[in-house]
């Protein structure tokens, strides 16, 4: 069965420093891994996906991510916070059956001025 | 472009009332998902439809029944709802296949007292 696990249920970084949100995969093949943003009051939207094209993804808004095989990990990074980046933020892998996505807990992140 | 919609937003029921959350998608998508997120726990799975006509069960299916109406729509039923189904709720669509991302609606926010 697939898992993910994030680390750190809320981060808290300064405007204009390095944000790094902490995925960690499990699956028995080789994974399709999403990481997804959700703001206060909505639904959650793709930030970007791994599908093992290339191992650095970039995504909307600055964001991207590397998938390290060796270290089963999808960090999320984004090299100078904005404000408007504080929001909830998933990490999620596909069942390689059914195409359904198992999420992590979610980190929170904020964003201080 | 609506993409995925949900009714009602907010719903407010007594314990053991019955009610259906309704969801609908203008992508042509073949599968459709029905998510329940409490604090800390990320959002999990509750039932699955991976084509018109079929529907499974997910993470987190007691208590609970779905309808693949048609490929648009696709309704999540609580016959006698208890105050542990307090929640948001979301419906999600995707095309087939583990390389595709989910496109969520809003949610409901649904409180049983």
């Known amino acids: 069965a697939q898992s993910v696990t994030q680390l750190g249920s809320h981060v808290s970084v300064s405007e204009g420093a390095l944000v790094l949100l902490r995925c960690n995969y499990s699956?028995?093949?080789?994974?399709?891994l999403f990481w997804y943003v959700q703001y206060p009051n909505q639904g959650l939207q793709l930030l970007l996906k791994?599908?093992?094209?290339?191992?650095l993804v970039k995504g909307i808004n600055g964001f991207e991510a590397e998938f390290k095989k060796s270290e089963t990990s999808f960090h999320l990074t984004k090299p100078s916070a904005h404000m408007s980046d504080a929001a909830e933020y998933f990490c999620?892998?596909?069942?390689?059956?059914?195409?359904?996505?198992?999420f992590g807990d979610g980190t929170t992140l904020t964003v201080k001025p | 472009n609506a993409g995925v919609t949900q009714t009602p937003k907010f719903q407010v029921l007594k314990t053991g009332q019955s009610m259906t959350l309704q969801c609908a998608q203008d992508?042509?998508?073949?599968?459709m998902y029905w998510y329940r997120q409490d604090p800390g726990m990320g959002l999990r799975l509750i039932y699955y439809?991976?084509?018109?006509?079929?529907?499974d069960k997910g993470e987190v299916p007691n208590g609970y029944n779905v309808s693949r109406l048609n490929k648009r729509e696709f309704s999540l039923r609580l016959e006698s709802a208890a105050p542990s189904q307090t929640s948001v709720y979301f419906c999600?669509?995707?095309?087939?296949?583990?390389?595709?991302?989910?496109?969520f609606g809003q949610g409901t926010r649904l409180t049983v007292v």
């Open positions: 999600a669509s995707s095309e087939s296949g583990r390389r595709t991302e989910a496109f």
């Open positions: 699956s028995s093949v080789p994974p399709y």
């Open positions: 791994y599908t093992s094209a290339a191992t």
């Open positions: 999620a892998v596909s069942d390689p059956l059914a195409g359904k996505s198992t």
């Open positions: 992508m042509n998508h073949n599968s």
């Open positions: 439809s991976a084509s018109e006509g079929t529907t």
